[in-house]
């Protein structure tokens, strides 16, 4: 059965400072993997996907994330954070096609002025 | 497109009443989840359909929850009877299984508070 792990539950950088956050993988197959952000009192919404069309995948809001399947990472990276980047982000992965969606713990990013 | 539509947003129900969450999942979507979050146990996949047939209900807590999906654009989870342990944000997601998969697309949740 395919898993996510997200280390680190809190993360806080100071604005206009790289964000980093840390999504491993495990999978028997190459996976769909899923970047999604939650702002309080919302759902869900989708940041970027993986499905092997390129390892480095560029997502909205200037995210973006690279599939390393040595590392079996996928991690989130934005150069330079951004006030309105404050909320948490949650890994996901699956094996097929509309499958079911494994999610990680969610980290929830922190920015401070 | 309006998106997922869940309701009601809110829902305050005291101990032992029956509880219906609603969703209208995308059009042409062919896919529905049911999720719970809450703090200590974080997202939980409940029941999912495909085509409007319950796939997976390995999550549903126990015989308290129940989930229907009668057409292709409405989905019920009901609650009966409820428990302050209950008490969570649930989504709905919806999801077309094509090429170009795009994971899925949340509701905004409705916040549960059985007292």
Redesign the interface.
């Known amino acids: 059965a395919q898993s996510v792990t997200q280390l680190g539950s809190h993360v806080s950088v100071s604005e206009g400072a790289l964000v980093l956050l840390r999504c491993n993988y495990s999978s028997s197959v190459p996976p769909?993997l899923?970047w999604?952000v939650q702002y309080p009192?919302?759902?869900?919404?989708?940041l970027l996907?993986y499905?092997s069309a390129a390892t480095l995948v560029k997502g909205i809001n200037g995210f973006e994330a690279e599939f390393k399947k040595s590392e079996t990472s996928f991690h989130l990276t934005k150069p330079s954070a951004h006030m309105s980047d404050a909320a948490e982000y949650?890994c996901?992965v699956?094996r097929e096609?509309?499958s079911?969606?494994t999610?990680g713990?969610?980290t929830r990013l922190q920015v401070t002025l | 497109d309006a998106g997922v539509i869940q309701s009601p947003r809110h829902e305050v129900t005291e101990m032992g009443q029956e509880v219906t969450l609603r969703c209208k999942p995308i059009s042409g979507h062919n896919s529905l989840f049911w999720y719970r979050q809450t703090m200590m146990r974080g997202l939980e996949l409940l029941i999912y359909f495909n085509n409007n047939v319950p796939i997976d209900d390995s999550g549903m807590p126990e015989d308290r929850f129940s989930a229907k999906m009668p057409n292709a654009s409405f989905s019920t989870l009901k609650i009966q009877p409820s428990e302050p342990r209950d008490s969570a944000v649930y989504f709905c997601a919806s999801s077309l299984a094509d090429r170009g998969w795009n994971g899925y697309t949340f509701g905004s949740g409705t916040r549960l508070t059985v007292v």
Do not use: E, R
């Open positions: 769909y899923f999604y009192n919302q759902g869900l919404q989708l996907k499905t949650f996901a699956s096609t509309a079911k969606l999610f713990t969610g």
